[in-house]
């Protein structure tokens, strides 16, 4: 499944991360007020900021959820049925799912609650998720994942076994949530991008934390969870991605924190993680010249 413009808008938004932070890291002129200030900025923004977009963005997947089911109930489309789904079906897409128009044509009023009900159990499952904080503990992270890998099997099971093409086809498939199953938020899509944000955020403090040790002229041995404590960080030094406190590594002279990233396997800094889905390590480094 391709991620939708939300899921985009999370990757991009936060430049702090991708421009300023490596920035400032090379850059050899920064007094350590300078960094300090940096830092409180970054450590005061930890605490809800991730589940915050979580729920904005399953916010705005309700809102044309809704409105799509409005219109199909109010049969504002009823010579083009898959208008109603525009704002999440692409004309490439449209071609590809005119079969769609025939059930959405005549689903009932409590088929269309009935996927109302099912959107509201899933992104209520999703934002409790968030609001529990297991968002922060990898075990947690990959039992939910597991759990919801079950969950969508089994409807993916039911769903083909609807499919079955004879003359009731389309009854059957309309006793399905099918419309909540094509436009609910996807978890694996905002675990992941949450799990990527925590280990991003930490990386950046703890790098920063790290420059300023350097300009302390503290020893280079000290270790990151008893550096966060002299700093009075309020951030863990936990990388999310494995439960045990980022790493470190010596690069031409300087430490360089880093998280392992998605992947789960320490490559020392060897391959840089460009995004939550891609292999490599999470760690900050200035950008080249073009």
Do not use: C
Not at 81 to 97: F, W, Y
Not at 173 to 181: A, D, G, Q
């Amino acid at each position: 499944m391709t991620t939708d413009g939300s899921i985009e808008w999370w990757n991009l938004n936060d430049y702090v991360y991708t421009l300023l932070v490596p920035e400032i890291v090379n850059n050899n002129n920064l007094t350590e007020a300078n960094v300090k200030r940096l830092l409180s900025a970054l450590d005061n923004d930890a605490d809800r900021d991730h589940i915050n977009t979580a729920n904005a963005i399953i916010r705005m997947k309700e809102l044309v959820f809704l409105r799509s089911m409005y219109n199909i109930e109010t049969n504002v489309y009823a010579s083009d049925p898959l208008s109603s789904l525009s704002s999440t079906v692409d004309k490439a897409q449209r071609a590809n799912m005119g079969y769609l128009a025939i059930p959405l044509s005549t689903i009932t009023p409590d088929q269309i609650q009935s996927n109302r009900d099912a959107f509201n159990r899933e992104a209520e499952s999703i934002s409790n998720f968030f609001e529990s904080g297991d968002y922060e503990r990898i075990t947690s992270v990959d039992a939910y994942l597991e759990q919801r890998n079950q969950i969508e099997a089994g409807q993916m099971e039911a769903f083909k076994a609807a499919m079955k093409n004879d003359a009731d086809m389309f009854k059957r498939m309309n006793t399905l949530p099918w419309l909540s199953m094509m436009m609910r938020p996807v978890p694996k899509q905002l675990v992941g991008l949450s799990t990527w944000a925590i280990a991003r955020r930490r990386v950046a403090i703890a790098t920063l934390a790290v420059r300023i040790a350097s300009l302390q002229n503290a020893q280079d041995s000290e270790a990151l969870p008893s550096l966060f404590r002299r700093l009075n960080i309020k951030a863990s030094p936990i990388d999310p991605y494995s439960g045990q406190p980022l790493k470190t590594i010596q690069k031409d002279g300087k430490t360089l924190v880093y998280s392992i990233g998605s992947d789960r396997i320490d490559d020392q800094t060897v391959t840089k993680a460009e995004s939550y889905h891609l292999p490599g390590d999470l760690f900050f480094v200035k950008r080249t010249s073009q």
